[in-house]
């Protein structure tokens, strides 16, 4: 079955640390990518997305993410990370022909 | 702008009633889907409504209904609610039919809980 695959369900870091989130899709042909943040009491917002063009994506509150389509992959970067990023983090893909796909999420600590 | 309401924040149900949630999309957008999170199955797709017609559906059972109104205001019904169907239930609006090239807006939620 086609699917998103989130590498880490949980991930606990300490403030500066570098984050990198893993998200890999099983989806053949043109994709666009996503993702989504889940700060603790708000609403799902959208950090990123990835339609075409560079495959490296500038998001808000310094996040990246490098689609690397011989990999089926769209990695969540973070260089430091803050408190203020704990959040539960979702990676979504949707093909052109079919409706948005979720992973499973990876829920970020990060201390202080 | 007024972001996605959704309402009832909160419902407690029994198993076999039937239940009924509401969105309001931000205004100008057309388009509502609705999600179902759980922490088993993380965050799955009902349906898209767009102009009032249902665009997409995803691999949940006939128990599980929509609807769009002319303003774009968007319902899912539940029936013969089942334990399983606690859930968080996101409704999230666009601005345009189909969610490849637009982003989607998310409202709180609605925690529905069957005892």
């Known amino acids: 079955a086609q699917s998103v695959s989130q590498h880490n369900h949980h991930v606990i870091l300490s403030e500066a640390a570098s984050l990198e989130l893993g998200c890999n899709y099983s989806?053949?042909?043109?994709?666009?990518l996503f993702w989504y943040v889940q700060y603790p009491g708000q609403h799902l917002q959208l950090l990123l997305k990835?339609?075409?063009?560079?495959?490296l994506v500038k998001g808000i509150k310094g996040f990246e993410a490098e689609f690397i389509k011989s990999k089926f992959s769209f990695n969540l970067r973070k260089p430091s990370v803050q408190w203020s990023d704990t959040a539960e983090y979702f990676c979504?893909?949707?093909?052109?022909?079919?409706?948005?796909?979720f992973g499973a999420g990876t829920q970020v600590v990060v201390t202080p | 702008k007024a972001g996605v309401t959704q309402t009832p924040r909160y419902l407690i149900k029994t198993r076999g009633q039937q239940v009924t949630l509401s969105c309001s999309p931000i205004?100008?957008?057309?388009?509502v889907s609705w999600y179902q999170q759980t922490p088993g199955q993380g965050l799955q797709f009902l349906f898209e409504?767009?102009?009032?017609?249902?665009?997409n559906k995803g691999n949940f059972p006939g128990r599980f209904s929509g609807r769009q109104f002319s303003n774009s205001r968007s319902e899912m019904n539940v029936s013969t609610l089942e334990l399983g169907d606690s859930a968080l239930y996101l409704c999230?609006?666009?601005?345009?039919?189909?969610?490849?090239?637009?982003?989607?807006?998310f409202g709180p939620g609605t925690r529905l809980t069957v005892l």
């Open positions: 205004s100008g957008h057309r388009s």
């Open positions: 989806y053949g042909g043109t994709v666009n």
């Open positions: 999230a609006s666009s601005l345009a039919e189909g969610s490849s090239y637009n982003e989607q807006f």
């Open positions: 990835y339609f075409s063009g560079d495959p």
């Open positions: 409504y767009f102009s009032e017609t249902q665009r």
């Open positions: 979504a893909v949707i093909p052109s022909w079919g409706k948005l796909q």
